[in-house]
């Protein structure tokens, strides 16, 4: 009898020596490498490189992942060249008219209005002083999309670039939306 209550005892302490009420104790760690990593942080200084900076630059020329880069610079000249070159590759439909509406009310409606003659709310409300392009005239009507897409993606004048707010496709379908109905 005394063996087994010996042993059960045994088994207490070391049972209840394992609980740690403070949980500042992590025990036994059996790989440490795994838990405290070797590795430098991101924004911490680094006697490796020459700058004494972790974070490196990407390798010039290199692009993200499915990023396709833009071939046209934000002159007039590539506003021309992308007119001549581009084509909407968005087939025209009920859908694409209407998803083109609603990008146009997030992104356009501001400046060039519902209606597209450049009295937008910002220009109505006296927020901005220069009146935005209006996207009905007969210049504008006769601008190839590829120009209209050139203009969303990369600016021009006082409006900014929407490309990195825009999706491809959907700049596509604004420009459908604009030829389709706005300048109809």
């Given at each position: 009898?005394?063996?087994?209550?010996?042993?059960?005892?045994?088994?207490?302490?070391?049972?209840?020596?394992?609980?740690?009420?403070?949980?500042?104790?992590?025990?036994?760690?059996?790989?440490?490498?795994?838990a405290h990593s070797l590795a430098y942080e991101t924004y911490t200084d680094n006697e490796v490189f020459e700058d004494g900076k972790t974070v490196r630059k990407p390798v010039e020329g290199t692009v993200?992942?499915?990023?396709?880069?833009?071939?046209?610079?934000?002159?007039?000249?590539?506003?021309?060249?992308?007119?001549?070159?581009?084509?909407?590759?968005?087939?025209?439909?009920?859908?694409?008219?209407?998803?083109?509406?609603?990008?146009?009310?997030?992104?356009?409606?501001?400046?060039?209005?519902?209606?597209?003659?450049?009295?937008?709310?910002?220009?109505?409300?006296?927020?901005?002083?220069?009146?935005?392009?209006?996207?009905?005239?007969?210049?504008?009507?006769?601008?190839?999309?590829?120009?209209?897409?050139?203009?969303?993606?990369?600016?021009?004048?006082?409006?900014?670039?929407?490309?990195?707010?825009?999706?491809?496709?959907?700049?596509?379908?604004?420009?459908?939306?604009?030829?389709?109905?706005?300048?109809?």
């Amino acid at each position: 009898m005394n063996k087994s209550l010996l042993l059960t005892t045994l088994i207490s302490i070391l049972l209840l020596s394992g609980c740690d009420r403070t949980r500042l104790d992590k025990g036994r760690e059996y790989f440490p490498d795994m838990a405290h990593s070797l590795a430098y942080e991101t924004y911490t200084d680094n006697e490796v490189f020459e700058d004494g900076k972790t974070v490196r630059k990407p390798v010039e020329g290199t692009v993200p992942r499915g990023m396709i880069p833009y071939p046209y610079p934000a002159t007039f000249e590539g506003r021309d060249k992308a007119g001549e070159t581009l084509k909407n590759p968005i087939e025209l439909n009920s859908s694409v008219l209407s998803e083109g509406k609603e990008q146009y009310e997030i992104f356009c409606a501001n400046c060039h209005g519902d209606q597209g003659d450049g009295n937008g709310y910002l220009y109505t409300s006296k927020k901005f002083m220069v009146k935005p392009k209006s996207l009905i005239t007969k210049q504008m009507k006769e601008a190839p999309g590829g120009e209209i897409y050139h203009v969303i993606t990369m600016g021009q004048g006082v409006m900014g670039a929407h490309g990195p707010q825009i999706e491809p496709e959907n700049r596509w379908k604004i420009v459908h939306y604009i030829q389709q109905k706005l300048q109809k």
